[in-house]
Structure formats: C-alpha cells, structure tokens
C-alpha cells in the first residue's frame, strides 16, 4: 500500500505541481487549499506526511503545525514545511512549531523525494513499533486473562482433588465430565474403614507417634483409593469413606470395591507388622454396602464438601463398627454382586445393627 501525503497550499498551482510530481513517484496524494480544511483532511484521511506551506491566510502553516502537535494521535506525524521566505530566519520558527524538515521554495524536486522518502522510513518505524506495543499490550492483556483464568482452574482442580482423583479432577474442570457437586441421586458402592485398637494407642503414645502412625496409614490407603478410581468422602482420623460409581459411573462398582479392599487389607498386614515391632497393636476393620445414595455439594461457602447421604453410608459404616481386625464385611447386595469374579466370601450371619430395624444380613471377604 502507497504512502498517503497531504499537500497544503493556498496556491492551487503549487498544490497541483507538488501533487503531480508525488504521483508519478507512486505517491497517494490529498490536497488542502487552507489550514482549516487541512486539519479537517488529516481527521478524515489519516495522512503518512504533511507538506505544508507557511504562507497562508487564515491559519499560517506555523499555526497548522502546531495544531497538529497538540493532537496525541499525530504526534509523530512527518510535517516538512515549505517557505518562499528566508530560510535562515524562518527554521527556528518551524522546529519550534513541531516541524520535521524545512523546504525553500523554489523546491528542488530531487531534495524533496529525498526527504520524503527519509521521512515516510522513519515514520514506518515509528509504526511498526507502535503495532508491536500495542501486539505485546494486547498479549499482556490476554496473557493476565488467561492466568487469572489457570490460577482459578488450578484452584478448582486443587479443591476436586480432595475427592476425586487427579485425572478425575482435571476432566471435571475441562468440561469433559458432568459438575458431581450438583445434588444428583444414584446407586453407589460405600466402603468404611478404621483402624482397630486405635483409641488405645492413642490414650498412651504420644501425639507424635499417633501422627505418625496415621500419616503411614493415610498415605497408604490413600494410594490405592487414587489407583482404584475411588471417590475419597471423608476421613477423621483413622476413619475413612470411600464410594465407587460417582461421579465416574463404573461397570461394576462393587467389584472394585471389594479389589480396593483385597488390597487394602494386604497392604495393612505390612503396616500393622511395622507398628507391632515399635509397641503399636493396630489392625484395620472394612464394611461395605450398596445401594442409593443423594450424592453432591455440603457445606456453606468457603468450606464446603463432596457428601453422600443414604441408608447405604450408614449400612456401610455400621459393618465396618462390626469388622474385627483385618475382617471386611459385606452386605447382602455386594456379596451377590461378586458371583463369577473369583473373590471367596462366607456368610457372617444376620447382625443386629444400630439404626436398622431388623437383623442384617453380612457377609465375611475371605482371605485368598
């Protein structure tokens, strides 16, 4: 795209002279036969360059100049002045005006290419310095964005991972699966564990050690909760809640749950060996139970929690009350939920359970 130039003489002779010889250098030319109509044009045409004559009447072309100065927008708009008068006494009045360049008439045309065609380089600098400001200002801007949006997301994905798992977490804040804080109803697995002669321990060792001992055991079956795709409820203490089939739905979430406690129960056969040797008599009971549960937010804002409320948890937790050490118990719809998949149960009888009205049926997980 050729540069545009507005040319500004009360002559129109002069105007057409300089115009013409622009054009033949393929210039795009815009003429002004004032000052006044020349800062209307530069508004309405956005001029590369202004020629601009000093003597004319009206507004002088050192007043047009100056005028163009105040605007911000034209700040660093090439303007070469062009005079008939001394150019000795006239160049100090132009730069002090805001002029770039100084012509005499009569113009010689090579001086006057020449120093357009310096000036237009400069200027095209000057511009391409600005677009990439305002580029880098524009990135600065989407960048500050896109951060502010990363930071909320890592915050968000931060607060799932209390519950889910880390590959969970990041699919829910991508979108890739549906909001699970939403209250919503379904049929989950529930499986409880805590940790036998605990309130002992806890009564004669010392809080270091109870720390300890938990962090050993918060850690380990907090692993395989992530490994079995689990959805972490609650813990308090050496109590834990774990559900299967929400929010991911799994196939057979019974199933996995009772293989999470398979290997729950294996990897407590370590740990209580390693307490044992320090003082520590410490072994781990498990409850399981299914059935529907209201699953979603609980809480109030700023502390809120992943729930589920139904007679399921409360099956599932009073099972595990009744768990001896290193005994998983199931309920009557897990334990049919395993026909063919290899896992060994027996009937532990009918318990009479807190909160239920009749005897329950339960189920022993028997070692392999």
């Known amino acids: 795209m050729s540069a545009r130039i507005l040319v500004v003489d009360d002559s129109a ?61 034209h700040a660093m708009l090439p303007v070469v002045l062009i005079t008939a008068l001394d150019p000795a006494k006239e160049r100090a009045k132009g730069l002090d005006a805001g002029a770039d360049d100084f012509l005499s008439k009569p113009i010689n045309q090579a001086e006057l290419l020449a120093r357009v065609k310096s000036l237009l380089r400069v200027k095209t600098l000057y511009d391409e310095v600005r677009r990439q400001k305002d580029e880098l200002e524009q990135w600065a801007r989407t960048l500050e964005r896109r951060v502010a949006d990363g930071v909320a997301q890592l915050e968000r994905v931060g607060r799932l991972k209390r519950f889910f798992s880390p590959a969970l977490a990041e699919a829910i804040v991508g979108g890739g699966a549906d909001d699970p804080m939403k209250s919503h109803r379904r049929e989950i697995t529930v499986v409880f564990l805590d940790l036998r002669g605990f309130t002992a321990f806890t009564e004669t060792a010392d809080p270091e050690e109870v720390m300890g001992v938990l962090g ?8 395989l909760v992530l490994e079995h795709e689990g959805t972490l409820e609650r813990f308090s203490g050496d109590g834990m809640m774990i559900f299967f089939n929400d929010p991911m739905l799994i196939e057979r979430p019974a199933v996995q749950a009772v293989r999470m406690a398979v290997e729950m129960r294996d990897e407590m056969r370590t740990l209580s060996a390693g307490w044992r040797r320090r003082g520590y008599e410490l072994q781990m009971g498990v409850g399981i139970a299914q059935g529907f549960a209201t699953i979603g937010a609980i809480g ?43 896992l060994r149960t027996e009937a532990a009888g009918e318990l009479a359970l807190k909160g239920f009205a009749r005897p329950m049926p339960a189920y022993r997980l028997l070692a392999d």
């Open 300 to 342: 109030f804002p700023g502390r809120v929690d992943y729930g589920a409320i139904g007679t399921v948890t409360n099956l599932a937790a009073r099972l595990c009350g009744e768990a001896g050490p290193g005994e998983v118990l199931l309920s009557q719809r897990v334990n049919a939920a395993l026909e063919g998949e290899g």
């Open 13 to 73: 002779m002069n105007v057409k002279l300089l115009a013409d010889l622009l054009t033949v250098k393929g210039y795009e030319t815009i003429r002004a036969a004032s000052g006044a109509e020349a800062l209307a044009s530069l508004e309405a045409e956005s001029p590369d360059l202004v020629l601009l004559d000093v003597m004319m009447p009206g507004m002088s072309g050192y007043e047009v100049c100056a005028a163009i100065r105040a605007n911000p927008a």
């Open 216 to 223: 050993e055991y918060h850690a380990a079956m907090g692993r």
